[in-house]
T-cell receptor, first 113, second 111 residues
Framework: KAGVTQTPRYLIKTRGQQVTLSCSPI?????VSWYQQTPGQGLQFLFE???????NKGNFPGRFSGRQFSNSRSEMNVSTLELGDSALYLC????????????FGPGTRLTVT | KQEVTQIPAALSVPEGENLVLNCSFT??????LQWFRQDPGKGLTSLLL?????REQTSGRLNASLDKSSGRSTLYIAASQPGDSATYLC??????????FGSGTRLLVRP
């Protein structure tokens, strides 16, 4: 069974631009979560989707948004990029999210210049 | 608000040594506790998941325990190998559909 895939793996953007990251969960998994990892803040929760509905959102500004499609694939969007948005963005999938094992993808490394 | 702490932040041991990594959490109302491994610049690899009703889980040379009453979990690695060198993260899961991560323990196993 294929694992969680994320595209692109690397991105370089300029301040003020916007970016869209994609995540394909493990087949059969309906819950997708997004996390931001930085050296200073560690791993921080962005949001979680299940059956196209956002069930929880972390403490991030409105520039960070996401969505989930009917096939459980998910995208996250960051608008008006800031230097501080440079991070590794990780996607995780699980069967239903609550109480089930989370499987992470390889991440997307975003660099904002 | 749940807080997860991992001690030590870094650990260096000679090959073959048995070792214990510690994870503590402030709110015992957890659904589960999951241990991950992360290699530099890579994603997280799930190692073990312990449900709140369980006391321990084992996978090969790894054994994880959970004591909800004291807010602690430990990851025991037997007969460590250089390939075990990585950052180990613990995370608590609860009813909020999110994981709360510790800051990790960076492990170096010296040949």
């Amino acid at each position: 069974k294929a694992g969680v895939t994320q595209t692109p793996r690397y991105l370089i953007k300029t301040r003020g631009q916007q970016v869209t990251l994609s995540c394909s969960p493990i087949s059969g998994h309906r819950s997708v979560s997004w996390y931001q990892q930085t050296p200073g803040q560690g791993l921080q929760f962005l949001f979680e989707y299940f059956s196209e509905t956002q069930r929880n959102k972390g403490n991030f500004p409105g520039r960070f948004s996401g969505r989930q499609f009917s096939n459980s694939r998910s995208e996250m969007n960051v608008s008006t990029l800031e230097l501080g948005d440079s991070a590794l963005y990780l996607c995780a999938s699980s069967l239903t999210g609550q109480g089930f094992e989370q499987y992470f993808g390889p991440g997307t490394r975003l660099t904002v210049t | 608000k749940q807080e997860v702490t991992q001690i030590p932040a870094a650990l260096s041991v000679p090959e073959g040594e048995n070792l214990v990594l510690n994870c503590s959490f402030t709110d015992s109302a957890i659904y589960n506790l999951q241990w991950f491994r992360q290699d530099p610049g890579k994603g997280l690899t799930s190692l073990l998941l312990i449900q709140s009703s369980q006391r321990e889980q084992t996978s090969g040379r790894l054994n994880a325990s959970l004591d909800k009453s004291s807010g602690r979990s430990t990851l025991y690695i037997a007969a460590s190998q250089p390939g075990d060198s990585a950052t180990y993260l613990c995370a608590s899961g609860d009813s909020s559909y999110k994981l709360i991560f510790g800051s990790g323990t960076r492990l170096l196993v010296r040949p």
